[in-house]
């Protein structure tokens, strides 16, 4: 097990931009796409995501240090660190359940399709370690290996069938072609705010505000600009921090930028991916009449629209506040706060974009997941032991992108009442 471990994650160091290049070339072998062909959208897709994973190290080097600084500035004094989805996963997959999450997840989707229980291929086996998460949450709690493994199967089948659900939206909304969104922590925010979502939305006058980039563009101009509507959300958040007139105009500039080339890098992993779709339903109609399958692709994807990240900026500041004036809540948010732009991902096309929609919805869930965070400490900080040291001045770590998950807190709800029964 020690050598499946070590393989496994010598592979997952490896990162996305070369594992999934390295899946896509063999999916594509598999549906026949000629290989040379197959090779150029292999390579283009990772060329794609390292586009947008230094897009995304431009968002978290600015908004991580910034929040830091509000956390220093207003002297919050919480007792749970959030220590942010990479420590975590770290944790995660140091557990050695997590080794054998990878092919069984491969074989449930693979199960799933043949059964018609899904439509999403899940190519994305970077966020695997959600479901490894799960596994691991389950096995710490009970200590009963083949019930920590379904809990995994279960996590992972209800975001292959969210992912179908939310598909149209998500493929109409974003202009991604045949492509679902299947990570785990996108899913389970989703699961909660798209009903809140769509209760805020009939709220009366909330329901007749406009405020999709689209309109708040065509109503201002050039200062509704997806690249102003950046350089305004990190100006002010820079300002929060306390930061110099300078430093404030270096974060506005470093966010414009981000509003500015996240779209265009989401575009040229997307020209690697169109013949993988196309090849996989020619594939499909051979065979399976009428049948459709949906690329299960990371939600980050959802952060090339403007909408995805202003709101996801706006939400950083607004769960600090919540994380200090919120009854029960013990988790000071730091490590995922550069992760709420993913938080959202189905919460947009749910909400058409509407900009004030989606930051009320958001308020909800992240106050939620504050919660949910604060109720995962205690076994979040096993699994981090020996992985993740306590922070300073913290005494349990969780945080918002697995401990605030709705889905992975049923896991660890199901786990507790396992105990109850069989204990």
């Not at 979502?197 to 109503?219: C, F, H, T």
């Not at 100006?235 to 996240?262: S, T």
């Not at 009854?327 to 058409?352: C, H, Q």
Request: hydrophobic share 55%.
């Amino acid at each position: 097990m020690n050598a499946l471990t070590h393989a496994v994650q010598y592979f997952l160091n490896l990162g996305p931009s070369v594992m999934l290049p390295v899946f896509i070339f063999i999916i594509a072998l598999i549906f026949r796409v000629k290989p040379g062909k197959a090779l150029r959208s292999g390579v283009t897709i990772g060329i794609g995501m390292i586009g947008i994973n230094l897009v995304l190290g431009l968002l978290s080097d600015n908004i991580g240090p910034a929040a830091q600084a509000m956390v220093t500035r207003f002297g919050f004094h919480l007792t749970i660190i959030d220590v942010g989805w990479p420590g975590v996963s770290a944790g995660t997959w140091a557990q050695p359940i997590s080794a054998a999450i990878i092919p069984l997840a491969v074989i449930v989707n693979i199960v799933m399709l043949l059964l018609k229980l899904t439509k999403t291929m899940d190519v994305d086996i970077w966020n695997y370690w959600h479901f490894a998460a799960a596994a691991a949450t389950a096995l710490i709690v009970t200590g009963n290996f083949w019930f920590a493994l379904a809990m995994a199967v279960l996590y992972e089948a209800a975001c292959l069938i969210f992912a179908d659900k939310t598909s149209p939206m998500v493929q109409k909304y974003y202009g991604l072609e045949d492509v679902s969104f299947p990570t785990g922590s996108a899913v389970a925010m989703g699961m909660v705010g798209i009903p809140i979502g769509w209760v805020i939305g009939k709220i009366p006058g909330i329901n007749k505000i406009k405020a999709d980039p689209e309109s708040i563009q065509k109503r201002f101009g050039i200062f509704g600009e997806p690249w102003v509507m950046g350089f305004v959300i990190g100006a002010i958040i820079a300002a929060l921090a306390g930061y110099d007139v300078g430093k404030i105009a270096q974060v506005g500039m470093n966010m414009a930028g981000v509003m500015f080339l996240m779209p265009r890098m989401v575009k040229i992993l997307m020209e690697g991916l169109i013949p993988i779709s196309e090849g996989a339903q020619e594939f499909l109609q051979s065979r399976f009449k009428d049948r459709k399958i949906y690329i299960g692709m990371d939600a980050a994807l959802s952060t090339g629209s403007p909408a995805a990240l202003s709101a996801g900026l706006l939400l950083v500041p607004i769960t600090l506040f919540l994380a200090v004036v919120l009854p029960g809540n013990r988790v000071l948010p730091f490590g995922d706060l550069a992760t709420i732009p993913f938080f959202v991902a189905l919460i947009v096309p749910s909400r058409k974009g509407n900009i004030f929609q989606i930051v009320l919805t958001g308020t909800v869930v992240m106050a939620l997941a504050l919660l949910m965070a604060t109720d995962f400490g205690s076994v979040m900080t096993q699994m981090m032991q020996g992985v993740v040291n306590t922070p300073g001045g913290a005494t349990e770590m969780s945080n918002l992108d697995t401990g605030g998950n709705l889905l992975n807190w049923l896991v660890l709800k199901l786990s507790q009442l396992w105990n109850l029964v069989f204990h």
